[in-house]
């Protein structure tokens, strides 16, 4: 994550939402705000590097990996001279200045809903108030079929439909300030709406219904009081938007850590209230295997222990954990070893809240285990201001604190019993799909093993697709 950077970008945003009407220093700041509120730091920075806007950030997509262009004004590794126009291309429609697609990775079908004086508000922040970083990113080389980029025309013309935001007349000002946020600027479908076999938005009753993210699962967005946010306060939404965390329901992990880290907290309280306006009006899904919301499971008075095991107390972090604990271990004694430290052994985490209560918790009460799984193998970290939260990952199995699949399914299916949801459980297969990056979508799966005849079935569908839409408009 690249807070640090984005904190220094962040130092003099204007106090309050910019008019449409700017020039000069106030054209940059209103940009430099846009590019906060877009998280255009988080996928162009190499946290390695931290050269801000410079590219080189690996995106683990289905198709491979896909790494970020330099996005500051240099003339010779950035988009130094791009004109306006080229700039509004690659940013609403995926096409760079040579003429080259874009994958979707960049959420350029979000930000198709772009106003023009916000792409001329943003023009003017990467082109006069970004420092030049001639560095060249890696490029991004996938495998046949997904290196024809030409093949992006086709999935563009079948999935690439917005266009530039018109306030609706039957809402106000602020509905309508909430929706281009969360629709278009912060981008929020990209990650919390399924997507369809040729990895575009399913749209429609499906928006923001929560879906998997590679390793993650992003929640369900819509009002529904049990599989969505019906729940939540106003209080509650705008403290985890703008903290990540609130005791008693939910901390950000994983990319929504990210956003929180890079974007969320250096939001306006009026843009946050905009967000929130219009979270509340999305058409509640419900998720009918779910009959309770995911921060009702656990008690006060679930007990994980009675004691820390004071043998893996004392030699915890001398030897991977995967080494020490026998090949039958039970959940409850890796939590011991593991987990108690921080979360205290009965799971009611610090008072204070800062090592949060696994009881009534979102992440053990969903309707997925991903979120458990990928915090104990990924970790989690995020920084708000001054304040770091850290959780080691215990994935990297070249760590002490390192633990097999097996002892992760383990682990996880003794908190999910004793502090989540009892119906949840993953198996030490599902830990090693996740910790891989989660399951191959069919796209992905007609191109394996990167075969011609693979390619050639997924470049004749999207043609296929493609041609077949362009005479249904016709008729």
């Not at 040579?98 to 979707?104: S, T």
């Not at 004086?117 to 970004?130: R, S, T």
């Not at 429609?204 to 967005?221: F, I, M, Q, V």
Request: one cysteine or more; proline letters at 6%; aromatic letters at 8%.
């Amino acid at each position: 994550m690249v807070g640090m950077n984005v904190a220094q970008a962040a130092e003099s945003l204007p106090l309050a939402a910019p008019s449409d009407h700017q020039t000069g220093v106030d054209l940059i700041a209103r940009g430099k705000y846009l590019a906060i509120a877009a998280d255009c730091a988080a996928c162009h920075t190499n946290p390695e590097s931290k050269d801000l806007f410079a590219g080189g950030y690996a995106i683990h997509s289905p198709m491979g990996i896909i790494y970020s262009t330099n996005i500051t004004p240099s003339t010779k590794f950035g988009i130094g001279n791009y004109s306006e126009a080229q700039f509004s291309k690659a940013v609403r429609d995926g096409i760079r200045a040579d003429g080259d697609h874009l994958y979707p990775a960049m959420p350029y079908p979000s930000y198709a809903g772009l106003t023009d004086a916000d792409i001329n508000a943003l023009y003017a922040y990467f082109m006069h108030g970004v420092k030049p970083v001639d560095v060249k990113p890696q490029q991004t080389a996938l495998s046949f079929p997904f290196n024809l980029r030409f093949s992006m025309a086709g999935w563009n013309l079948l999935f690439l439909h917005n266009r530039p935001f018109k306030p609706e007349d039957d809402q106000d000002a602020t509905w309508n300030r909430g929706k281009y946020l969360v629709d278009t600027v912060a981008h929020c479908s990209e990650c919390h709406t399924p997507r369809n076999a040729l990895m575009a938005l399913q749209g429609g009753k499906a928006l923001y219904s929560g879906t998997l993210l590679g390793s993650w699962h992003a929640p369900n967005l819509t009002s529904d009081p049990v599989s969505g946010l019906g729940s939540w306060s106003d209080k509650d939404l705008a403290q985890y938007l703008q903290t990540g965390h609130v005791n008693g329901k939910a901390q950000a992990a994983g990319p929504m850590a990210e956003a929180v880290t890079n974007s969320l907290q250096y939001l306006h309280d009026d843009d946050i209230k905009a967000i929130i306006t219009y979270l509340r009006t999305l058409p509640a899904v419900r998720d009918p295997s779910q009959t309770h919301h995911a921060a009702s499971f656990g008690t006060d008075t679930n007990q994980a222990s009675d004691h820390v095991n004071n043998t893996d107390t004392a030699v915890r972090g001398t030897q991977p954990i995967a080494k020490f604990f026998a090949a039958d271990a039970s959940g409850q004694t890796i939590y011991d070893a593991a987990c108690s430290s921080c979360h205290q052994p009965d799971g009611k985490g610090t008072q204070d809240g800062f090592y949060p209560s696994l009881s009534h918790n979102t992440t053990l009460g969903g309707d997925s285990p991903n979120n458990l799984v990928s915090a104990i193998l990924f970790g989690v970290q995020r920084t708000v201001g001054d304040k770091s939260v850290l959780m080691p990952a215990f994935g990297p199995y070249s760590d002490v604190q390192a633990l097999s699949d097996k002892q992760v399914a383990t682990l996880s299916n003794y908190l999910f019993k004793q502090y989540g949801n009892p119906e949840l459980s993953v198996t030490e297969e599902e830990v090693t799909a996740i910790r891989q990056g989660g399951p191959t979508p069919l796209i992905a799966k007609i191109a394996e093993p990167a075969s011609i005849a693979g390619g050639v079935v997924v470049v004749v569908l999207l043609i296929l697709l493609a041609v077949w839409r362009v005479r249904r408009k016709r008729r």
